[in-house]
């Protein structure tokens, strides 16, 4: 057996050292290589580069084959909205009994302060939510609320980095980027994944939420929304039909040959095809974003004609976008309620000052136009393939920062919601302790939230992998575990 003074001998530890190099050389090329003992065979994602988003099969049994995550960016406060605790009640105005929890992101924080909104029962199933975002409450029935959340920053950007890609660090690819990269699209005249900016604004972490990292290109969101569609799809008016179709074939030979030049060049692979794909969109976006097509019945429910809150009608007008876009075939949407060119909560739910004021200014934006985006889905039977996600970075504390009337950062316990695409409903998994403060009960990880939005879509998330760098990378890392409690 080695002793530690034995690496005192200069012969003894140089030898040990080069044995030591070989050995993790060796682990390195048997792992990427997919030898490890219990390591699952990874996916051979077979990319088409002439249709590199076309629709493959998912490998497994697939509940969903669409996602509509809506985001709201700023950290919703699930102790106002979703997670209600009777305790924060009773102890109203008292210190945290955790001396640790009384400093925290943005330091000394005061007292306990109970739910700012009166929570009630809704549905048949009774679930207590708050009066905040009635309408949303109102499909308590068709929710999987997740309790348990945690994550691993405290801080928006990476945050939302987490959220959106299961890393705090740049320059991983999203989830919508994951996805489509496994299953491509079924309407090749559109993208396969599209995010959709907030109104207002994008969020703070921006194109990180919707980027492809080190996968190809071609599968990073294509981000536009109602009131900002796609620019440049039309040609100039001065260009005549034919001489515009003789441009576009004498680019596609040219294009070609350089391709077979440089056929290992993804970049190139995804600038050509992103041209290709203009041109289909020229026509197939331009009719899929004219919501004028849609009745006054339907502008109505979703609040797209509200002139009293002009930015509640632009986000409606985003919502009627999604299912436009999800019933066209587009297999990842991403919509986003929430962005951060105004400042801290005040075009999003980052409530530290003053929580309650700028909650109901939120609120009134994604309560009506959301909830009215999945009835519609499920009145149209769109949620038998459709898997909803509901999220946010963090939660919120039980107790108002010192000397202000809202809440700080919470990444121990918080809440979000799933819907629709094989998901059981209603439900609520998992808890946080008795002022909302930490996930107690069935710990749910920013990994396993990821495995299961995967596993719904027919996709092992330990074999959906990518070797980067000398790394076999996944959405996961090399964590996280399926929430099969919540799938039907």
């Known amino acids: 057996m080695l002793k530690l003074s034995d690496l005192l001998d200069r012969r003894r530890f140089l030898a040990c050292t080069r044995s030591g190099l070989g050995a993790i050389a060796l682990a390195s090329l048997l792992e990427r290589d997919g030898l490890l003992a219990g390591q699952p065979e990874p996916y051979d994602i077979a990319i088409d580069p002439a249709a590199p988003t076309a629709a493959r099969r998912p490998p497994g049994r697939a509940r969903a084959k669409q996602v509509l995550m809506i985001f709201c960016s700023g950290a919703l406060s699930h102790i106002d909205t979703f997670d209600f605790k009777p305790e924060l009640v009773k102890r109203h105005g008292q210190p945290m009994p955790d001396p640790a929890a009384r400093v925290t992101f943005q330091g000394e924080n005061g007292n306990i302060a109970q739910p700012l909104f009166r929570f009630r029962p809704r549905g048949e199933c009774g679930k207590m939510l708050s009066d905040l975002l009635p309408a949303l409450g109102e499909l308590a029935d068709d929710w999987c609320f ?56 994008v969020p703070q972490a921006s194109i990180n939420n919707w980027g492809a990292g080190f996968l190809p290109s071609v599968f990073q969101g294509t981000a536009f929304n109602a009131d900002k569609p796609i620019r440049h799809l039309l040609p100039p008016r001065s260009l005549a039909r034919g001489e ?54 339907v502008v109505r429910e979703y609040g797209a004609d509200c002139r009293d809150n002009p930015t509640k009608a632009s986000f409606a007008r985003n919502c009627l976008l999604a299912r436009r876009l999800l019933e066209r075939g587009v297999r990842f949407v991403q919509l986003f309620n929430g962005a951060y060119a105004m400042g801290e909560g005040v075009g999003n739910w980052d409530g530290h000052r003053k929580l309650e004021p700028q909650y109901r200014k939120h609120a009134a934006i994604l309560d009506q136009p959301a909830a009215a985006l999945l009835r519609d889905l499920k009145r149209r039977g769109m949620l038998q393939h459709t898997l909803v996600v509901f999220c946010t970075e963090f939660g919120r504390m039980p107790m108002f920062q010192k000397g202000a009337s809202g809440r700080d950062h919470n990444p121990l316990g918080f809440t979000c919601m799933l819907m629709g695409g094989g998901v059981r409903s209603p439900m609520s998994f998992g808890a946080t302790d008795e002022l909302g403060y930490k996930a107690v009960q069935d710990t749910v990880t920013i990994h396993d939230f990821h495995a299961t939005i995967l596993h719904l879509l027919g996709i092992d998330h330990r074999k959906l992998s990518v070797y980067h760098n000398g790394v076999r990378r996944r959405l996961t890392d090399v964590h996280g575990d399926v929430i099969r409690q919540v799938i039907s």
């Open 146 to 201: 997740i309790h348990s959340m945690t994550t691993k920053s405290n801080t928006h950007g990476p945050g939302e980095n987490c959220m959106s890609t299961g890393f705090a660090l740049d320059g991983f690819p999203s989830v919508g980027a994951w996805v489509t990269y496994a299953l491509g699209t079924e309407n090749q005249d559109l993208p396969a994944f599209v995010a959709i900016p907030d109104p207002r604004g």
């Open 244 to 297: 515009d179709a003789a441009v576009r074939e004498l680019i596609a030979r040219l294009n070609d040959e350089h391709l077979r030049r440089f056929p290992e060049d993804s970049e190139l692979l995804a600038r050509i095809n992103s041209y290709r794909l203009a041109a289909r969109m020229q026509l197939s976006v331009t009719e899929a974003a004219d919501l004028s097509r849609e009745s006054r019945t």
